[in-house]
């Protein structure tokens, strides 16, 4: 096993075992508190610093870890996530809503440290002339992370069930800490550190490959996101009357699904030539939304539609995600690759945030229909900012 492996093998882990908690985490604060009576736009406004802080995180992440090197940032990022648990573990007097929030801008910080450094850290690991085996890492690395992100969706309803909101964040928390104490001293020195210091200025992105995908991503995760942070759950709970552990459940198995499709992705895209393929998955992603909010308003059984319909989207948008996630770390520098890889996962995260505030506020004023309406467009402008995209040499899968 080469060093090369053996370092990508770590930082998976480390990836994995974040998304766990991270998808657990989130399952359990919105079936919680939506249990407590929370509305869906109060219990969007728990998630806001976690996405506005994300926003951040990835702009300033980029240079603290070419300053300081990926190993550091990610374990960084697992002890703020160890923290943000032990905040969520205390008695539930305490539990307002300023201390989640607070709790939750931890995570946010957290989760995007760890995410930056895992995209970038495999730049480095893949020569440049190889862009098959790159796009064929990152997309196992991003798809098995939301296969996993989708048990830990599954893991938080059964926990809340079984434990109860704080020990199951005491779990969580505990376990983690084992694979941060792992991590410190299996992951390589100096990875990623830049051989120039990178000035501060240098955080905002000077490439216009990179500052268009950027913009791309923004719009295709806010229209994820504006329906499938609070929206849906919700619905499933209040309109087909499922318990935690079967939304739970369900959120569990597409996220899952959603994964295996995106490691699958440079199998269902073939030769990926330039920006046609980025063009053409979103157009037909943006089609989706829509043809679910249609059926839903004509009356048609709605366990059908929007089962199907989320099924259908999680397929098209899964290569759409994989695909992104190679033109990134194709595109970006190779000393200072941080730099361009947290510039992108800003954007990533302001969609989050976007459709994670529109997500509540939209589905309690007008319902899920709206949202639907809301996803298709900005998936349509992910679309037209795809083809500004520049073109890329052929990569064969």
């Known amino acids: 096993m080469t060093a090369a492996i053996r370092q990508y093998l770590v930082i998976t882990g480390n990836y994995w075992a974040f998304t ?59 002890f703020l996530q160890i923290v ?19 709790a939750q801008a931890l995570s946010g910080i957290a989760k995007d440290l760890n995410k930056m450094s895992a995209k970038s850290g495999i730049k480095l690991l893949v020569p440049d002339e190889q862009q098959g085996t790159l796009y064929k890492w990152v997309a ?13 969706f599954f893991l938080g309803g059964v926990l809340l069930m079984a434990a109860g909101f704080t020990g199951a964040v005491i ?25 120039a210091k990178p000035k501060f200025s240098e955080i905002l992105s000077k490439s216009r490959a990179i500052n268009v995908l950027s913009a791309a991503r923004m719009f295709l995760f806010g229209a994820r996101d504006v329906w499938f ?18 939304v739970g459940g369900f959120m569990a198995t597409w996220i899952i699904g959603y994964g295996f499709i995106q490691t ?21 992603l943006a089609l989706i939304p829509a043809a679910i909010a249609i059926g839903l308003t004509a009356g048609w059984p709605p366990q059908i539609v929007i089962v199907g ?26 000393d200072g690759v941080s730099l361009d890889v947290g510039f992108y996962y800003m954007s990533n995260a302001a969609g989050r945030l976007l459709g ?39 990569v064969t899968a």
């Open 309 to 334: 319909g989320l099924l259908l989207f999680g397929v098209l948008f899964a290569v759409n995600s994989s695909l992104h996630s190679y033109l990134i770390v194709s595109y970006a520098r190779g």
């Open 140 to 152: 196992i690395l991003t798809g098995s992370k939301n296969t996993l992100k989708g048990v830990g």
């Open 229 to 246: 942070v609070v929206a849906l759950p919700v619905y499933l709970h209040t309109v087909f009357g499922w318990d935690f552990w079967k």
């Open 84 to 102: 943000a648990l032990g905040m969520l573990a205390v008695p539930a007097a305490m539990l307002t809503v300023p201390w989640v929030m607070a």
């Open 264 to 284: 699958i992705a440079p199998r269902i895209t073939g030769n990926m030539k330039g920006k046609q393929p980025a063009v053409l998955w979103a157009a037909g």
């Open 20 to 78: 766990l908690t991270d998808g657990a985490l989130r399952m359990l604060v919105v079936l919680h508190f939506h249990q407590l009576g929370y509305s869906p736009l109060e219990i969007a406004l728990l998630f806001i610093f976690y996405e506005f802080f994300g926003v951040v995180t990835n702009l300033v992440g980029g240079y603290l870890g070419a300053r300081m090197g990926l190993n550091r940032t990610m374990n960084i990022g697992l």
């Open 356 to 394: 994670t505030i529109l997500s509540g506020w939209v589905y309690q004023a007008w319902g899920l229909e709206v949202c639907l309406w809301i996803s298709s467009g900005l998936v349509a402008m992910a679309a037209l900012l795809s083809v500004l995209l520049p073109e890329r040499r052929p």
């Open 171 to 195: 779990i969580m928390a505990v376990a983690l800490t084992v694979v941060w104490l792992v991590s410190l001293f299996l992951l390589k020195q100096e990875l990623g550190k830049s051989k």
